[in-house]
């Protein structure tokens, strides 16, 4: 009974839908906007009610075969859109359009090509995905007809997020769609793809669908979305981009982002066909969001840490990103900074966790106030609530990569602020900061030396309490000097800017008691990463020692994991050395929290200068080891440093007191162990002695024996080994009377007691 019900309603509800197409289809041609034109600037402001009474008039005259011009509306429900798109973007609270959705919409719905670019947290998503929904809406698409949208963007979380945009948007409408990320094996989406209307995913899960998926078929696709579009047309997606255009058939082409390129070559590649090219800020007086308040500081590169933890301990009540050049650096900061205890939670992000566990950890940080170390795969489209600050704690790559990171926070007329430490030798990237063409309004900070907290010698005790983390830190050192090699624009990243004093004091700032050994490439120095990658695995590079008296097993350690290729300013000879005794005991330079200002500056130029070596801290002597429950040994000193309350204090003077009491215990043993090797030695030379008399003797015996008579030499054949006597073979013929008279002699006794027994 229910069936033939069923089939009427969706029977009525097509034939709805054909008229709204009808409709929607004459709307649209009727109300055009003309090709190069922007929307005029909104109306003042008019009253909620007004509003309403405008959006019905204009669906009234929509009905009624009148068509209003949309290109000037400033309400979704103005736009000649779906009743099921507009009814989902009202339920999720979008109601006015922002600049980009108002200059980019009307032409997308035309079916035209954009190339569209407006500031971080504009609406660019929304710009987008509703002209996607509406065009696969028009076109009657169902689940049934297969691939009508592609979308790619640069992650795999921004892939994620689009689609969330999507479902929101377009629950009303039946599309079958999902982001292809990492989470699904690549077997199940072979069977899954062709049966997905809208695919969101990065190119290169697409380009190997097209290698490996039989049957993936995109020819009849309605419309491509490239978000980030500047990056997606740059170096790294270049060939996979190149092979996805090259698979499908030129259909309607929206590309989006907040930096857009304007190469003419790259626009090429995708073949737009006579693209509305819209920059709704292109004549704003900033680049970067109204409501964002940014500055920056020049630190000092071994100064980096103190001002990052000085900064976190100031602001405990904010939700800050902070940004990292490398995976090991995040890793390494978040966990020193973790067991430092700093009182905000902390989390880490980045392009080596599990999708899940990114997913997880993004949730967390929308809902939670905390400080999120992060690589720049968080720096594009991730659309975050209410982060209040973005502290760019290594210099970014490019100005663009600058406005992408910052443009985390100040999102959508909400307020932000931004902060970026440059190191001096860095100086350029603040010119070019501050340079009229990039518009970016920046103020350069003071440090506030006195609110300046130094922590190496903190991070130096938990080096000791954790191995583990040593190796990280070593490696988050390498990591960081190799991406700055590994920069093009030598003009900022300029690593003989640095001198060998620089890298060491840069090594103590993390902890480390020695520098890390660096390998120097001097061939191929242009070449690219994946170049650098190739020739680090395939051949074994020059090595020069940037700390030659460093202990070997780190030497060692450094050239299995970390494949160096920077090359020194200067001879390498007078790197540091630093021991526990320079770990624990307090620096006449870093003694307490409060620095001049003068003094921040000249810890720049400031020569190091040469340390003692007194003891070696990770081979602790005569000490017992213990392990933790993850299984790592822990140093006998580990249970001085310990945590204590949330502000995490180090026991400095214990631990100073422990040492020398180690000392002590370990110089008694010393002796100890100095005499007992002696005794030993004595013993050797005493056996060496009486074993070479005794050899004289033999010699001496066997020359008498060689003058002595034959008799005698059967008593000489019976050879002695300890108290036991053996009889050879021979004996017994010389012997054998007196011993089977000895023989008989026994037996008789035996029988006789034997006898006596028995009676
Ligand atoms: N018309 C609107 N009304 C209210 N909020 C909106 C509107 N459009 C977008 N938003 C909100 O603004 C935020 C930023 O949007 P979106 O992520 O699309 O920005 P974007 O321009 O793509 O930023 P980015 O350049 O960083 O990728 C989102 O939280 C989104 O929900």
Redesign the pocket.
Known sequence: MRRPQRRLVAKQGRSQDADEIRLLEAWIDAGKPLRGTKPPPPPESSSAADARRIARAVAAKAAAGEYSEYGACTR?DELPLSKKTKDALRKA??????E??RAAIPHALCGRDILGA?????????AFVIPVLEKLYRANWSRDDGVGCIIISPTNDLAGQIWD?IRKVGKHHGFSGGAIVKRTGIDEEKELINRLNIIVCTPGRLVQHFDETPNFDCSQLQILVI??ADQMLHRDFQSQVDIIISQIPKVQTLL???TQTKSIKDLARVNLKNPEYISVHEQASTATPDNLEQCAMIVPLEQKLNMLWSFIKRHLKSKILVFLSSVKQVKFVYEIFKKLRPGIPLKCMHGRMKYEVQQAIVAEFNESTSVMFSTDIFA????IGDVDWVVQVDCPESVALYI?RV??TA??NKRGKSLIFLCPEEEKMLERLKATESKIPINVRKPKVEQLEQISQNIAAVLVKFPNLQQLGKRAFVTYLKSMYLQKDKEVFDLSRFSAENFAAYASSLGLPVTPKIRFVSHKKNASKKDMEDTDVKQKAKVIEINPQANRDMLADDELDDDDILKPKKATTDANIYGLHDILSPKASSTGTNMEPEKVKELVDRPLKKKKLKINVHRPVGTRVKYDDEGNAIDPLASLAEEVGSEGVIHKDKISQRYAEMLREMQEDDKEDKAQHKKSLHEKKLQKKMKLKRKRQEETDEVSEDSGSESDRGGQNMSYKGKKKYLNASDEDEGGDEAKKLLAQQEALALKLLGKMHD
């Open positions: 979704f609270g979008y109601k006015e359009m922002s980009i959705q407006a500031k971080t947290g504009s609406g660019k998503t929304l945009v978000d980030e989006f982002s907040a594009r489209g991730l659309d992408h443009g985390r999102r959508y």
